[in-house]
């Protein structure tokens, strides 16, 4: 996320709302929604996703909107541990978006090589 563009320097955060799996395990995903945080004043969001794979989902939903009606506690923990991970009053809650918006995240962040 470059910082000329707003971002904190770091590659794009993606949560992964599954069950525990080996480190290095490589998975599809389906994105479903964007988490906004500013971080020192520098954007901090987070893409909350699921496993293309049903059975290694740990909530049932295909969408944000599915997650937003059946699982509002979910959205709830993950806002309060992002916000307080490092510490009271280090990030700041912008808003939740959907599945659309995070896709747009994703393509925003992408690095873009020229190669010819």
Request: charged share 30%; aromatic share 6%; proline share 5%.
């Amino acid at each position: 996320m470059d910082p000329k563009r707003g971002g904190d320097g770091d590659a794009l955060d993606v949560l992964v709302l599954a069950e525990s799996v080996p480190i290095g395990t490589v998975m599809n995903t389906i994105p479903i929604a964007v988490l906004e945080l500013l971080d020192g004043g520098e954007i901090d969001n987070k893409i909350i996703a699921v496993p293309s794979d049903r059975g290694l989902r740990i909530i049932p939903v295909d969408s944000y909107d599915e997650l937003l009606s059946d699982h509002p506690q979910v959205m709830e923990m993950l806002q309060d541990w992002f916000l307080n991970y490092k510490g009271n009053d280090k990030m700041q809650f912008v808003g939740w978006k959907g599945q659309e918006e995070a896709f747009k995240e994703i393509e925003k962040w992408q690095l873009k090589l020229n190669v010819q």
